[in-house]
């Protein structure tokens, strides 16, 4: 199956940047549409960001301005550049691949922890 994998959480400062990666594994095309999901302790997963295999990107209203998106179709990989990090970012990002050609082709990463906070 396919296999998502985060990198790049961390601790992080009010106004901070952090950068976070997302590598997807085996596969050998590329996921119709990455992103990320963010959950924080008590609230539903919701969507920050996403990019489609052209490139086309959407963001959560709350990030836009400080977050973007992007994506290495060749590597499976997406980022997510976080700046002027708030601690309401605070939560567990979630990487997430699409394949919409494969039944339940929806895959989700183990999630990495960001902490924004003095």
């Known amino acids: 199956q396919v296999q998502l994998v985060e990198s790049g959480g961390g601790l992080v400062q009010p106004g901070g940047s952090l950068r976070l990666s997302c590598a997807a594994s085996r596969i050998s095309s590329s996921l119709d549409v990455m992103g990320w999901y963010r959950q924080a302790p008590g609230k539903q997963r919701e969507l920050v960001a996403s990019i489609t295999s052209s490139g086309t990107a959407n963001y959560a209203d709350s990030v836009k301005g400080r977050f973007t998106i992007s994506r290495d179709n060749a590597k499976n990989t997406v980022f997510l550049q976080m700046d002027s990090l708030k601690p309401e970012d605070t939560a567990v990002y979630y990487c997430?691949?699409?394949?919409?050609?494969?039944?339940?082709?929806?895959?989700w990463g183990q999630g990495t922890q960001v902490t924004v906070s003095s």
């Open positions: 997430n691949g699409v394949m919409r050609s494969v039944w339940s082709g929806n895959y």
